[in-house]
């Protein structure tokens, strides 16, 4: 058994400070010898003051626990071999279709599955300069507590997770110097860490830190960004010595290494949440490739090299600190003209974009590389609202999905290139149905047949009425390249109105959670059907940005509803070792969506990455969950 | 015989004013004619109304027409001035000339910058009616009233002037929830303050001419005086405003669907069309230049025109302004 001490700060700081006091006892002990000289020094501090007898019988113990968890260590030798087994996440990847593949070349994208590196051309690297992306995203807080989905995109350069995505999405260690020990009963891993890191502040990264980081994130009691969504299977986490931890989770949890893969679960230097408390989200210290320098406000975020960095992932060429002397985010949020305008200028090297007919425009020009990446997980899909009228109606969803000419909708944001999609899992994605592929084929007959048999009759105007009420679906326009050709198809096919009302963000993020939308456009990549659980376990509904009500929604946002059966398959598949009765789970959830006829499956996922290659060189590596690396970037320009 | 002097009295202080409205009005118009600038303006205006009350029949595609794959992959980003073919009503592929081009899923551009002309204008006559009307009411009031009223009012006017009118406009359409008919309220009341202004300014004028004070005299009704007497010789600046203010307003609608403010797609509002092509200004510049100068046409006509009229129905005061 653990005889850890259980988190809360108290005990922390208690801990730290018992830690480094065995750290002397141990140093002592081995400065001295064993056995009797540990005596002597007992004996000989006894005689100082009774307040350092006491001292000394607390590091006795704490001596004594060190030994028996070395001990402890070694008797799970085994089951790191299963650990290993288990935690191998993921052996099957979207392969990019010859079609596919075609069409990308014909247009003169560069398509590779979402895990492979891409060099930029030679490898040619030069020290000093700076590089510059145009980031798509606000960034909000650098707080890895409070940060938020673009925060992390844009502060990635600055913190680091135990484990990383790898090329081929596997997951390998980063900040821990191995792959976790699982225990018996399949709740605890203890993570070892690396013994070389160190924050930018010059403290060093060790257990006392990384458990301090995760006290602040199972604070219910702090506002918490998105970190607060991947810890909530974690029951406690425990020092077990200055570079080991143990993390208990409630339950056994199959999937927690891609948690810990993912980029919430990033690492700020203690002393730097003492010293800036709040403000740490304008002064982050991580333990990243650069440091914080400079933030202009809604303009740009500005990181330098950290010169002692030497903990670079297995994947990164350069193993070092960076090439380039600053690394800066241009923010461009939200303003896809503005963006492809910058990166035309030169003012970016590389963007991340979403609209194709920049991507045709630049894919003519030598001097760019454009980057389309397959990932498997969901396609880019129409989410349908099943508590809201008409799409409470599975008649409606259904029409709604015979009805739609997928190839005309998509043509403005990918030009028609990734492979049109059937289901809401993509072919190679863990848990994918071949069932349940296009098991609603384009037929606009069919789609309305369905809704005149249902008696939502055609009035004058050419729209389907039912009870004197106009059917309509609705999103907001965000704008998405596809809303107004959705609205043209489904109008014209079935007589549907589709309303694309203007709102503004935050009204937008909070409609959404209240479910006042009928349609939500939206994705998401993984390499397995959990990529369904924030979509679809009952627990997210409601959310912010999450997917609102779906079949047996109880109204109470955040908290799961009893019985529902996606909700056990989804929850069952987290906890079931076995990676085939895990897939078959995944692939009944799979089933009981698409019979619902919940979504409308647009096309495959396909990230977009510009690169200016007279501007930037290196590998780039986009792993499945992103941030794309930029450790193996170096400046072109001379700088 | 002694009760219906007072009744001919009214009859010919109207009758008297009314004639000397219309001698006004007539020279006016004469001099408007010779205002070749003017003229012009009102040429274009005519053409653009023309477009908007026949779009239907003068744009070879219809508001809401559903590019099928087959046009959007043929028809794409084609240049001004090309061929091509489309889909027809009866469904039978048809030849097409797209004299100002193409948009990126093959729609074509003329026929929605036809459409687009019914959209503008109606937002520029229905706001600038609003305001026009909002602020006649208001400025009357405080103007022929005076005292308590003017205060009250004058002082709700130097609020609301306080602030620039698209600005004002933008925060009403974001407490209304944007779209098309609220940027039209907005701009509406956005305007008001600025014709209230000036109607209050003539009417204080105008109130005391002499056949104003005859008939408050005579005991008229102050309705009736308001209407009869002032309201016909405050018309002149009302008009010139409202000439020049369709120009801005229109203006003013097309910057708030530039801002995601107004029209949504599919609707081919000039202002919307710009913001939605501009990200292919280096690609395909045509959609933007078309719908832009037509935005600018129109507006151009409208200052002309209101130019015009200024000198026109105000000869002293543009010869004094010149």
Not at chain 1, 490 to 500: K, L, M, R, T
Not at chain 2, 202 to 217: D, M
Not at chain 2, 220 to 237: A, F, G, K, Q, Y
Request: net charge negative.
């Amino acid at each position: 058994m653990d005889r850890g001490k259980s988190l809360s700060r108290r005990n922390v700081l208690r801990g730290g400070a018992l830690a480094l006091a065995g750290g002397v006892g141990v140093a002592a002990l081995a400065a001295c010898g064993e056995g009797e000289v540990e005596i002597r020094e007992v004996e000989v501090e006894k005689i100082v003051t009774v307040t350092e007898v006491q001292q000394v019988e607390v590091e006795k113990v704490v001596t004594q626990e060190v030994i028996k968890e070395v001990e402890k260590a070694v008797v799970v030798e085994k089951e790191v071999v299963k650990e290993v087994e288990v935690e191998k996440v993921v052996t099957k990847i979207v392969e990019i279709e010859a079609e596919t593949a075609a069409r990308g070349l014909q247009t003169g994208v560069n398509l590779f599955r979402s895990d492979e590196s891409v060099p930029l051309g030679e490898w040619n690297p030069t020290r000093g300069g700076r590089i510059t992306w145009g980031t798509p995203g606000p960034i909000t807080s650098l707080n890895p507590v409070r940060m938020d989905q673009w925060s992390y995109r844009n502060g990635f350069p600055i913190y680091e997770n135990l484990y990383t995505w790898a090329p081929g999405n596997t997951i390998i260690p980063w900040l821990a110097s191995d792959l976790p020990e699982l225990s018996d009963d399949r709740l605890t891993r203890r993570i070892p860490l690396r013994r070389d890191v160190k924050f930018h502040d010059d403290t060093p990264f060790n257990a006392e830190a990384v458990a301090f980081n995760f006290m602040l994130f199972l604070d219910e009691s702090l506002e918490r960004g998105e970190v607060a969504g991947k810890v909530g299977d974690i029951e406690s986490v425990t020092v077990v010595d200055e570079f080991t931890i143990d993390l208990k989770t409630k339950t056994p949890q199959a999937l927690f290494m891609q948690v810990l893969a993912d980029f919430q679960i990033t690492f700020a230097s203690p002393q730097a949440y003492i010293t800036y408390r709040e403000d740490i989200a304008r002064n982050p210290v991580g333990t990243g490739a650069y440091k914080f320098k400079e933030w202009q406000e809604q303009v740009s975020v500005t990181y330098e090299r950290n010169d002692d960095y030497a903990w670079a992932p297995a994947w990164a060429t350069n193993k070092g600190a960076p090439y380039p002397d600053e690394f800066v985010v241009q923010i461009l949020a939200q303003d896809a003209v503005a963006r492809a305008a910058a990166f035309e200028a030169g003012e970016v090297d590389w963007i991340q974009h979403f609209q194709f007919i920049d991507l045709e425009r630049f894919a003519k020009q030598d001097n760019r590389i454009i980057i389309g990446r397959l990932a498997p997980g969901m396609p880019w899909f129409l989410h349908i609202n099943s508590m809201r009228w008409p799409t409470d109606d599975i008649v409606v969803r259904k029409a709604l999905n015979h009805a739609i000419n997928k190839k005309l909708v998509v043509q403005r944001g990918n030009g028609g290139i990734p492979r049109i999609a059937g289901n809401i899992l993509t072919p190679g994605t863990i848990g994918y149905n071949a069932d349940m592929e296009d098991l609603y084929p384009w037929d606009v007959g069919k789609a309305n047949q369905l809704l005149d048999d249902a008696g939502y009759a055609r009035g004058d105007d050419g729209f389907r009425y039912r009870d004197g009420q106009r059917m309509q679906v609705e999103f907001p326009n965000t704008p998405n390249p596809l809303s107004e050709l959705y609205k043209l198809d489904i109008e014209s096919s079935i007589g549907i109105f589709v309303d694309i009302p203007n709102v503004e963000f935050a009204t937008y993020i909070n409609d959404m959670a209240q479910g006042k939308y009928t349609h939500q456009w939206t994705g998401g990549g993984g390499p397995d059907g959990d990529v369904l659980y924030p979509k679809y376990h009952t627990s997210n509904y409601g959310l912010p940005g999450r997917a609102f009500a779906f079949l047996n929604y109880n109204g109470e946002p955040g908290v799961p509803t009893e019985g529902d059966p996606i909700d056990a398959l989804l929850d069952g598949a987290r906890s079931e070792f076995d990676e085939s009765k895990r897939a078959e789970m995944w692939m009944e959830a799979n089933r009981l969506i698409q019979e619902a006829a919940v979504n409308l499956p647009l096309s495959d996922a396909m990230g977009q990455w510009f690169y200016n290659r007279d501007q930037i060189g290196g590998v780039a590596l986009s792993t499945i969950h992103e941030p794309a690396t930029v450790l193996d970037f170096y400046d072109k320009k001379g700088g | 015989m002694a009760q219906a002097e007072p009744l001919s009295d009214t009859a010919s202080i109207d009758a008297v004013a009314s004639s000397a409205v219309r001698s006004e009005w007539s020279m006016a118009w004469r001099r408007l004619r010779r205002n070749l600038a003017a003229m012009a303006g009102g040429v274009v205006l005519i053409l653009f109304a023309l477009c908007a009350i026949f779009a239907d029949l003068i744009a070879p595609e219809g508001i809401n027409t559903k590019p099928t794959l087959e046009s959007v992959l043929e028809n794409r980003l084609r240049p001004p001035w090309s061929s091509g073919t489309r889909v027809g009503e009866s469904g039978e592929v048809e030849p097409a000339f797209f004299p100002f081009g193409t948009d990126d899923i093959g729609r074509d551009v003329f026929s929605r910058v036809v459409h687009g002309s019914r959209i503008s204008l109606r937002v520029g006559f229905v706001a600038v009616l609003l305001a026009g009307a909002g602020g006649t009411i208001l400025g009357m009031a405080a103007g022929y009233f005076g005292g308590r009223i003017d205060m009250v009012i004058s002082r709700l006017l130097d609020v609301l002037l306080a602030f620039p009118g698209l600005l004002l406009a933008i925060v009403i359409v974001a407490s209304l929830g944007p779209s098309l008919t609220n940027a039209m309220i907005a701009l509406g009341v956005a305007g008001v303050p600025f014709y209230a202004r000036v109607v209050r300014g003539s009417t204080l004028s105008a109130k005391e001419f002499g056949y104003v004070r005859a008939a408050r005299a005579i005991g008229m009704r102050d309705t009736r005086i308001i209407v009869r007497h002032i309201l016909p010789n405050i018309l002149s600046p009302i008009l010139i405003m409202s000439t020049l203010g369709l120009g801005s307003t229109i203006i003013s609608a097309a910057g708030l669907s530039f801002l995601g403010l107004g029209a949504s797609p599919p609707t081919p509002e000039w202002g919307l069309e710009i913001a939605q092509y501009r990200a292919v200004l280096a690609l395909a510049p045509w959609i933007c230049i078309f719908n832009g100068l037509a935005l600018a046409l129109t507006v151009l006509s409208f200052n002309m025109l209101g130019d015009g009229l200024r000198e026109a129905l105000d000869p002293q005061a543009s010869a004094w302004a010149q």
